[in-house]
């Protein structure tokens, strides 16, 4: 067996995402239970200086990769370097993130060390030594458990949003190593990203998404759910037919061809829960779907559904909230 299970860290714009302490939390609890320790890969700009806070989280060494081409995530930049830190640390298992550029490293990472991915889990065990994996096939229809054959390496990426945060012991500190990696010479660079600056927040991360669908009937109708979603401090999403009508930009689309997303509540607004869609949201821990149709599939996944007519139950609802809150106040 390797000597640690090895994490790698997402940083970004100055910090960690949120995911890598997700991905730590799993990772030491995976490492606790094989008996081993946890060591976590950082690759980023500036990411040196950080890196020790790790430790919060149970990472005990960070091997880190500090470079100025790695500000933004480039895979001919971080596959090498990041392929070659981890072989560093002799892993057991490796953990990342399954975010956009997460599953982006970990599927060339696997090919590099001739490992076994299992993307996208929503669940990782340790039993009798083995890890297994949950991850979701079939759209999300059903589960599947992945099991690695004797001495081939576990790659595991988790699903954003639904490994449990251990409570940081802020006390603790990450033993922090520099490892030098040449990043010259690279064919392509990262010129500029366009960052959303609305103050939006980024569905993937949202705690609450209020998402409409074809119901809403026009672009304009959108207002209700921004309302919505401003006193709920929710992101707003939407269905696919809502994206190809062009009420919404791409990046809010929810489900097998846009986001998947785990918020804590998803409200579905006059969305009729297409497979496809529930391949995005199906796992958000609370479910509510608002539809004027009693018969839409969207109800058999909903933890709470109401029939209604949208138009006149959601600026109720708001307004419900909006008063609930300032009392609260
Ligand atoms: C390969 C492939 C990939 C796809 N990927 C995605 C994806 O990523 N995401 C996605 O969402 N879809 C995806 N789809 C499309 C998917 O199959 C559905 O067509 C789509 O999700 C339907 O969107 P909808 O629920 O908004 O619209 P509809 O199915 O038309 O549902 C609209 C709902 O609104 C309700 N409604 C109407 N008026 C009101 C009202 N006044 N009050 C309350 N309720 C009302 C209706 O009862 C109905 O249930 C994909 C399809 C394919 C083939």
């Known amino acids: 067996m390797g000597k640690c299970v090895c994490i790698i860290a997402e940083f970004r714009h100055g910090a960690f995402r949120r995911v890598t ?52 995530y480039l895979a001919e930049a971080y596959v090498p370097a990041v392929a070659d830190a981890v072989a ?36 990782i065990v340790c039993e009798n030594g083995k890890i297994k994996a949950k991850r979701p096939i079939f759209a999300g229809k059903c589960f599947g ?41 690279l064919r392509s660079k990262v010129k500029s990203i366009d960052l959303d600056t609305s103050g939006k927040v980024e569905l993937t991360e949202a705690e609450i998404i209020v998402s409409g669908g074809r119901g809403m009937k026009g672009p304009e109708n959108y207002a209700l759910l921004e309302d919505m979603a401003k006193v709920l401090g929710a992101a707003v999403g939407a269905s696919r037919a809502a994206v190809d009508s062009g009420w919404r930009p791409h990046a809010d689309q929810v489900g097998q061809t846009g986001k998947v997303v785990n918020p804590n509540l998803y409200i579905a607004v ?44 959601v600026p109720a609802l708001t307004e419900e909230v909006r008063k609930l809150k300032s009392s609260c106040s």
């Open 270 to 313: 006059g969305i009729s829960g297409a497979i496809q869609h529930l391949a995005g949201m199906g796992s958000s821990k609370f479910i509510v779907a608002i539809n004027k149709d009693a018969e839409a599939p969207i109800f058999s996944k909903a933890d709470y559904g109401v029939v209604e007519d949208l138009f006149t139950f």
């Open 21 to 72: 302490y997700e991905v730590a939390s799993e990772g030491k609890r995976i490492a606790d239970a094989l008996g081993i320790g946890l060591w976590a890969v950082a690759a980023g700009s500036g990411v040196a200086e950080k890196a020790a806070e790790l430790g919060r989280y149970g990472v005990e060494k960070v091997l880190v990769i500090d470079d100025p081409a790695l500000e933004n």
């Open 88 to 123: 560093k640390c002799d892993p057991a298992a490796v953990i990342l993130s399954a975010s956009v550029d997460g599953k982006d490293l970990g599927a060339r990472l696997a090919a590099r060390l001739k490992a076994g991915l299992a993307q996208d889990c929503t669940q």
């Open 145 to 185: 458990w992945c099991e690695w054959a004797e001495g081939a390496l576990p790659i595991v990426s988790c699903r954003p949003n639904v490994m449990d945060c251990l409570a940081p012991m802020e006390d603790k500190k990450a033993e922090v190593e520099k490892v030098q990696v040449s990043v010259a010479d």
